[in-house]
């Protein structure tokens, strides 16, 4: 449960920490990690809308550039919560730097706060893409495919072996084209584009319910919710979203 608490009544609440993230218009933007708890007596207040990030970035209830310092405020304490503890030790740390580090007493061994990269990617060959949807999507959305990027590994062949495990879908070039903080709990979504090499589908059905190519003029009625059989793509605040936009509208 996260949400948006008035200041003073997040002092009054229990503070477990907090991490200064800069200012805002001149005013300090403080992130608070409150006690388990804290947050569920507001929850029968009238007065009071107590709202998770992910309904606050699908409903459009703030503007983009604080939408960003509340993705910031969630990565940065869903890494305190879990790192009271030294992975080096076991003696327990504390917060410094303004909350961006964790400092063992014990072992001097400093923690940093950690991202997890991931690839996402539009695969394209000629007028159609491929997209797949896992079993826990919405009914009838389609997106694209993604995977955690592996230790050595780089973007591209991240997004090529990401692709040929789950499709079976051999990937040539790859180019790199924007980027998202998705803090669930800490994904930094890199977003590419990859050429299809081949077009045979093998799906790994562990990873996805359903993966077949598109033709352009069906994912452009996908994306404004106009499919015959209410296929659709993803939400607008995601990435994919944009990656798909992009190739439909022939921008990239
Ligand atoms: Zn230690």
Same mark, same amino acid.
């Given at each position: 449960?996260s949400?948006?608490?008035?200041?003073?009544?997040?002092r009054?609440?229990?503070?477990r920490?907090?991490?200064?993230?800069g200012?805002?218009?001149?005013?300090?933007?403080?992130?608070?990690?409150?006690?388990?708890g804290?947050?569920?007596?507001?929850k029968?207040?009238?007065?009071f809308h107590?709202?998770?990030?992910?309904?606050?970035?699908?409903?459009?209830l703030?503007?983009?550039h604080?939408?960003?310092?509340?993705?910031?405020a969630?990565?940065?304490?869903?890494?305190?919560?879990?790192?009271?503890?030294?992975?080096?030790?076991?003696?327990?740390?504390?917060?410094?730097c303004?909350?961006?580090?964790?400092?063992?007493?014990?072992?001097?061994?400093?923690? #940093? =706060?950690?991202?997890?990269?991931?690839?996402i990617?539009l695969? %394209?060959?000629? $007028?159609h893409?491929? &997209?797949? @949807?896992?079993?826990?999507f919405?009914?009838?959305?389609?997106?694209?495919?993604?995977?955690?990027i592996?230790?050595?590994?780089?973007?591209?062949?991240?997004?090529?072996?990401?692709?040929?495990?789950?499709?079976?879908?051999?990937?040539?070039?790859v180019?790199?084209?924007?980027?998202?903080?998705?803090? #669930? =709990?800490?994904?930094?979504?890199?977003g590419?584009?990859g050429? %299809?090499l081949? $077009?045979?589908?093998? &799906?790994? @059905?562990?990873?996805l319910?359903?993966?077949?190519?598109f033709?352009?003029?069906?994912?452009a009625?996908?994306l404004?919710?106009?499919?015959?059989d209410?296929?659709?793509?993803?939400?607008?605040?995601?990435?994919?979203?944009?990656?798909i936009?992009?190739?439909?509208?022939?921008?990239?």
């Amino acid at each position: 449960l996260s949400g948006l608490v008035p200041v003073a009544d997040a002092r009054r609440a229990a503070v477990r920490e907090q991490a200064f993230l800069g200012t805002l218009a001149g005013r300090p933007v403080l992130g608070t990690l409150l006690a388990t708890g804290a947050l569920e007596r507001y929850k029968d207040d009238a007065g009071f809308h107590v709202v998770d990030l992910r309904s606050i970035a699908v409903q459009d209830l703030l503007p983009a550039h604080e939408l960003g310092i509340l993705a910031e405020a969630k990565a940065l304490l869903h890494w305190h919560a879990r790192h009271g503890f030294c992975a080096n030790c076991g003696a327990p740390t504390t917060m410094v730097c303004a909350g961006f580090r964790r400092d063992c007493a014990a072992c001097k061994a400093q923690h #940093f =706060p950690r991202t997890d990269p991931v690839a996402i990617m539009l695969i %394209a060959r000629g $007028e159609h893409c491929l &997209l797949g @949807r896992q079993s826990r999507f919405a009914p009838g959305m389609y997106s694209c495919l993604a995977g955690f990027i592996e230790p050595g590994e780089t973007i591209e062949d991240a997004v090529r072996r990401e692709t040929l495990e789950e499709s079976g879908v051999h990937v040539g070039e790859v180019r790199y084209l924007a980027s998202q903080p998705w803090p #669930f =709990p800490a994904s930094l979504m890199i977003g590419c584009r990859g050429e %299809a090499l081949s $077009e045979e589908i093998v &799906l790994d @059905r562990d990873e996805l319910e359903d993966g077949r190519w598109f033709h352009r003029d069906e994912v452009a009625l996908m994306l404004d919710g106009a499919h015959p059989d209410g296929l659709r793509g993803p939400v607008r605040m995601a990435i994919a979203h944009h990656l798909i936009r992009a190739w439909v509208e022939r921008g990239a």
